[in-house]
Nanobody
């Protein structure tokens, strides 16, 4: 059974940076598509970024493209999300997700989820 554990959330001022990490255990992370989603109170969970099993293909939502970078290190079984130029609207709980299949941008494409880590961007 796969386990995904996020870390790295916190408080940051607008324009600042944070790096989130997702540790994958219980499965061979190399064969998994991995992604980040986020959810604010009262809103649906939304896609942020995804990376395929090889790491060659990445995808970003329009709202974070150019500011966030997703990466993976299968030797360490980790995935990271480097977040730069943060805005108040980036405030949310961030979740990492994984799946043996394609993954994609929908939550239904992922079988495994972490518990989430809070990111708060405040003035």
């Amino acid at each position: 059974q796969a386990q995904l554990v996020e870390s790295g959330g916190g408080l940051v001022q607008p324009g600042g940076s944070l790096a989130l990490s997702c540790a994958v255990s219980g499965i061979t992370s190399r064969v998994f598509a991995l992604a980040w989603f986020r959810q604010s109170p009262g809103k649906e969970r939304e896609f942020v970024a995804a990376i395929n099993w090889s790491g060659r293909d990445t995808d970003y939502s329009d709202s974070v493209k150019g500011r966030f970078t997703i990466s993976r290190d299968d030797t360490k079984a980790t995935m990271e999300l480097q977040m730069n130029s943060l805005k108040p609207e980036d405030t949310a709980a961030y979740y990492c997700a994984g799946d043996r299949g394609y993954g994609g941008r929908g939550t239904a494409g992922y079988s495994y989820w972490g518990q989430g880590t809070q990111v708060t961007v405040y003035s």
